[in-house]
């Protein structure tokens, strides 16, 4: 798993073409493999990590939205994100936030800071928008690398890019998209 640790930590000196690049060499990696009766879910094991109810629960959602979706190792040291994504040939790295409770979101977004410039956010519980809104403009305003965030609710996903984040009316338009 070292080489792996070594490959996963390159993508945090690498940008544009060859962080693509790389992304896609370590999902083609041979120790990734499809869980039982999940073909577009790739792990290369962790099943006793804490985090594997939740990252299995998010994966499953990705799938159902047309992803390939690879959980990525937690090696120790290197600060990684949970997934990389796949569709239609696009590579992205996501880092996943589980939000169970009423007042957490904007410090799990505090806590991807470093990780990933893509985060995931998927709510468990009934969120109110304007307060999220605020908090997902707070985050891009304070990470100037973050470019992109997904959110799962229920059976709902909302994209919500940086250029959009940071428009004086995000906050209004959001909420109206969110409910």
């Given at each position: ?6 490959e ?37 094991g962790?099943e ?10 998010a ?121």
């Amino acid at each position: 798993m070292s080489d792996f640790a070594t490959e996963l930590a390159k993508l945090h000196v690498l940008i544009g073409a060859g962080f693509v690049i790389q992304l896609k060499s370590i999902a083609a990696r041979g120790e990734f493999h499809p869980l039982p009766d999940e073909p577009n879910i790739f792990t290369t094991g962790g099943e006793r990590n804490e985090d594997y109810d939740n990252l299995i629960a998010a994966a499953r959602k990705a799938v159902e939205l047309g992803y390939k979706v690879y959980i990525l190792p937690n090696p120790k040291g290197i600060r990684t994100a949970d997934f990389i994504f796949e569709q239609h040939g696009i590579y992205k790295m996501y880092d996943l936030k589980t939000i169970h409770g009423k007042t957490s979101v904007g410090n799990r977004l505090l806590e991807s800071i470093g990780q990933t410039n893509h985060v995931l956010l998927n709510m468990n519980t009934r969120y109110n928008g304007g307060r999220l809104a605020a908090e997902i403009k707070a985050y891009f305003q304070i990470n100037p690398q973050a470019i992109e965030m997904l959110i799962f609710k229920g059976k709902q996903v909302f994209t919500v890019k940086r250029k959009f984040a940071l428009q004086k009316s995000f906050i209004i338009d959001f909420r109206k998209r969110y409910g």
